[in-house]
């Protein structure tokens, strides 16, 4: 069954090699004052710094460098609404991974607002505006380039928030396969396993639709197939290109349009962990998956693990629940495969914290709520931590 739903996108996507030949007209439509921003200096070595230089020389461009992964509220998205301030900048231009973009779209809000932008950031107050951004990435994974969500972590008191806003769609992504070239096998990885866990969390959910279940074991089975091909040869465009544009898909609604919400409960597990530790984002998905799953195997839930066993991966088994374990060690072993260490302990998290990230879990995400596909409480939480180490 396809439920209610109400669905739209502002952002434009140019996919393709050069799409960047566009930036000029693109970036006129909004002003002269622009705000580059970018991370530790890939963009550098790859040559898309010196060439937006050329092409905007017409424009006005103000710096913020060295936006972190899992990016910070102070300094990153404070400084970034103080330059725009001062500088009356028109639009951002993030060049980057999904960090930057998400650093760029929390100063796009912040930008626009007197307060304390934090505020805005944990939903304490809805942003009236915002700046335009557009938006160069160059690692597939997030699918920041087609949402409007950013993720922002706060190290003063451990929190690390999804913030979501449709001010916040950029305007203009350009997707060009070949810069990914350069990703490093651990964020190929990463970026990835990202990806096919917001396909994950999106397919645990009910009702459910052949339609909808189509379109995402079908997106899963792409990220699968094309990470080994891209690992093997970096430089592979036709793997990189189906990377690139399955991983946009992935927060933007249109995987579970007309389905129910699963309250995303891996997600709200791995802020956590990477509030408290600092891990990259998709090693942390990676290795709660098979835990979560076991944790959610029921009467309720054999239906989707049988779906998935069926669809994705040609299973037959003797039983309902042998598939479904075959489908949970599936995961585990394709994630081991991709250079995942499974092991949250080899990522360095402390077990000593796990009953302080699961108050933390419960005091500020979803997936306790009764509405939640398969809600989790403290115990449950703990559980899976637990294993995960
Ligand atoms: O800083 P630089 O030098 O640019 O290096 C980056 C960074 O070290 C490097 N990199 C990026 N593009 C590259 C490259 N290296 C070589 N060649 C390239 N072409 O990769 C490293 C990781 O980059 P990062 O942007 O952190 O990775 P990713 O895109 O996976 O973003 C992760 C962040 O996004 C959030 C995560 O929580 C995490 O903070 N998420 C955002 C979402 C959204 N907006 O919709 C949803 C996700 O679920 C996720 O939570
Ligand atoms: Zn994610």
């Known amino acids: ?85 001062e500088n009356a900048i028109d639009v951002i231009l993030s ?28 939903g304490k107050v809805k942003a009236k505006a915002a700046l335009p951004i557009v938006d160069i990435i160059t690692l597939a994974a997030t699918g920041s380039e087609y949402d409007c969500g950013c993720v922002i972590s706060n190290t003063a008191i451990n929190d690390k928030r999804g913030y979501q806003d449709e001010l916040l769609f950029p305007a203009f992504s350009f997707m060009d396969p070949e ?21 994950l969390e999106q397919f645990f959910s009910a009702p459910s639709s052949l339609f909808n279940d189509g379109i995402m074991i079908s997106a899963i089975r792409s990220l699968m197939t094309n990470v080994k091909i891209a690992l093997a040869e970096p430089t ?5 290109s189906e990377l690139m544009y399955v991983c946009s898909w992935g927060c933007n ?12 409960p891996m997600h ?7 509030a408290y530790f600092d891990i990259t984002h998709g090693a942390g998905l990676a290795i709660i998956t098979p835990r979560w799953m076991e944790e959610i195997l029921s009467e309720k839930t054999l239906e989707r693990f049988v779906t998935l066993g069926k669809g994705l991966f040609g299973f037959e088994a003797a039983s309902e629940e042998a598939m479904a374990r075959k489908v949970i060690r599936a995961f585990y ?25 699961a108050d933390h879990i419960l005091a500020n995400d979803d997936t306790s709520q009764d509405w939640a596909y398969v809600p989790l409480d403290k115990a449950a939480l703990i559980r899976i931590l637990e294993k995960s180490m």
Not at 37 to 56: A, C, F, M, P
Request: negative net charge; glycine residues 14%; contains cysteine.
């Open 1 to 85: 069954m396809i439920g209610d739903f109400m669905y739209g996108t502002p952002t434009t996507l140019l996919f393709g090699k050069g799409v960047i030949k566009h930036l000029p007209e693109v970036m006129a439509k909004y002003g002269k004052n622009v705000l580059l921003t970018y991370g530790g200096g890939s963009v550098k070595k790859l040559g898309i710094y010196d060439e937006v230089y050329k092409l905007l020389k017409d424009f006005h461009i103000v710096e913020l460098s060295g936006i972190e992964p899992n990016p910070k509220y102070d300094p990153s998205v404070i400084t970034g609404a103080k330059l725009c301030k």
């Open 95 to 122: 060049v980057g991974g999904g960090s930057v973009l998400d650093c760029s779209k929390a100063i796009a809000a912040c930008a626009k607002y007197h307060g304390e932008g934090w505020d805005l950031i944990s």
């Open 179 to 199: 810069y990914t070239f350069s990703v490093s096998p651990w964020h190929t990885a990463c970026g990835t396993a990202d990806a096919i866990n917001h396909v």
């Open 236 to 240: 592979n465009y036709a793997a990189r």
């Open 253 to 264: 609604g249109i995987l579970s349009n007309g389905a129910g919400y699963s309250g995303w």
């Open 268 to 274: 709200s597990i791995e802020h956590a962990l990477s």
């Open 333 to 357: 072993e394709f994630f081991e495969e991709i250079g995942i260490p499974m092991h949250l302990g080899t990522l360095g998290v402390k077990a000593e914290k796990i009953e302080e990230m």
